[in-house]
Each structure stands twice: as C-alpha cells, then as structure tokens.
C-alpha cells in the first residue's frame, strides 16, 4: 500500500495530495486544475481607463440641488407622518380584505380628489420651457395649503418635497429640483392632497 492522508473527507494517496495542495482550484476547470492568471492586454487596460456612466442613468436627465423644506402652518391638520416621516397606517395583508368606506368618507374623498384636481389644473398651466420643476412644487404647495389642505407628499416616507415631478424618462416620483423644462420635454405632475383624514391622489403628463 502506498501512503494515503485524508482530503475532503476521504482517503487519496499522498502524492496526489500534495499536487491538489500545491495547484490551487479553479472553477470549472476540474479537481486540481491550475488557476491561470491572464496577463492584462493593452485594450483591456484601455477599457478600464474608460470612463463609464453610472448604470442607474438611462437617458439625460440627472439630479439637481433641492431647495429647503417648504414650511406648512400650524393649522392645517397633517397626516400621521409630517413629524417623524414614518406612516403609522397598516394597509391590510390580503387583497381581498377591502375597507368599505361610510358614507362620510366617500363624500371626504371627493372633496379631497376636488381640492386635488384644482391644484394639478393650476401647476399644469404654469407648465413652459424655463420653469423648474421647484417651482412647480412651490406652486402645488401654495394652492394645497390655500385650500386647507396638506400636500401629502411632504415628508411621507422622508420625502422632501410636496410633489412629485416626473421628467422625460424618470418613470415616477421626481423629486422637484433646479431642473429647467426644455421645449420638447414631458412631465408628469403627480398630486395629492389629505383633508379630512383622507388624501385625494392623481397626476397627468404634460
């Protein structure tokens, strides 16, 4: 019998030990296969030097600079999150287990979905090249709070800002910045309102 040690949990000769020890494994290349290292080519090297746009960007557009929170008075009532940003309100689990609303809720929601349509009807018109999409924010907020509202976008979830401006290929929930609109560009105003311990909530594309 020639010598065997224990590798891996069972018994090889030590000869072939030593060689699996000595030549380190490489994937897919089978048991003690050789890693071989590549030198690097000159277009490799290249390649790296490139510098490469980060991947979360899929068209033109990029972030700008957020202005200051916008303040809101002390007497409009405000949503279980404008302090602390957390939403104290559980959805229900399952989808089939639907809230029926009271009479008195329905007819809340409507004039929440009313305050709501006014304020988006408002920020689309001032839609042009040369707005910034802060302004409009400024816009939406000034309308809500004239109509005892509060802009429930404002602080949900640490959400800075009391609309949601979605530029070109930002596909939802923009945070209004210094961005300026361009002549060709698309955006959607997303609104909503809470009054009465309800929110009215709709957008549209301009």
């Given at each position: 019998?020639?010598?065997?040690?224990?590798?891996?949990?069972?018994?090889?000769?030590?000869?072939?030990?030593?060689?699996?020890r000595a030549a380190p494994l490489?994937?897919?290349?089978?048991?003690?296969?050789?890693?071989?290292?590549?030198?690097?080519?000159?277009?490799?090297?290249?390649?790296?030097?490139?510098?490469?746009?980060?991947?979360?960007?899929?068209?033109?557009?990029?972030?700008?600079?957020?202005?200051?929170?916008?303040?809101?008075?002390?007497?409009?009532?405000?949503?279980?999150?404008?302090?602390?940003?957390?939403?104290?309100?559980?959805?229900?689990?399952?989808?089939?287990?639907?809230?029926?609303?009271?009479?008195?809720?329905?007819?809340?929601?409507?004039?929440?979905?009313?305050?709501?349509?006014?304020?988006?009807?408002?920020?689309?018109?001032?839609?042009?090249?040369?707005?910034?999409?802060?302004?409009?924010?400024?816009?939406?907020?000034?309308?809500?709070?004239?109509?005892?509202?509060?802009?429930?976008?404002?602080?949900?979830?640490?959400?800075?800002?009391?609309?949601?401006?979605s530029v070109n290929e930002v596909?939802?929930?923009?945070?209004?910045?210094?961005?300026?609109?361009?002549?060709?560009?698309?955006?959607?105003?997303?609104?909503?309102?809470?009054?009465?311990?309800?929110?009215?909530?709709?957008s549209e594309t301009f």
């Amino acid at each position: 019998g020639a010598e065997a040690a224990v590798v891996a949990g069972g018994a090889v000769p030590r000869a072939v030990a030593s060689r699996a020890r000595a030549a380190p494994l490489a994937l897919g290349k089978g048991f003690g296969a050789a890693a071989k290292k590549k030198a690097p080519s000159a277009s490799s090297n290249a390649k790296k030097r490139e510098p490469a746009l980060p991947r979360h960007y899929t068209g033109s557009q990029r972030k700008g600079t957020l202005s200051p929170r916008r303040p809101v008075p002390e007497t409009v009532v405000c949503p279980d999150y404008a302090v602390d940003g957390q939403p104290k309100y559980m959805r229900p689990i399952l989808p089939w287990d639907i809230e029926t609303k009271s009479a008195e809720q329905i007819a809340l929601m409507r004039e929440a979905c009313a305050i709501a349509r006014e304020v988006l009807d408002i920020a689309g018109a001032a839609v042009a090249p040369g707005l910034t999409t802060d302004e409009i924010d400024a816009i939406v907020h000034a309308e809500t709070l004239k109509r005892g509202a509060y802009p429930s976008p404002l602080n949900y979830c640490g959400f800075p800002k009391s609309v949601c401006t979605s530029v070109n290929e930002v596909v939802c929930h923009g945070m209004p910045d210094d961005t300026v609109l361009r002549d060709g560009d698309i955006v959607n105003i997303d609104v909503t309102c809470y009054i009465g311990g309800v929110h009215g909530d709709l957008s549209e594309t301009f």
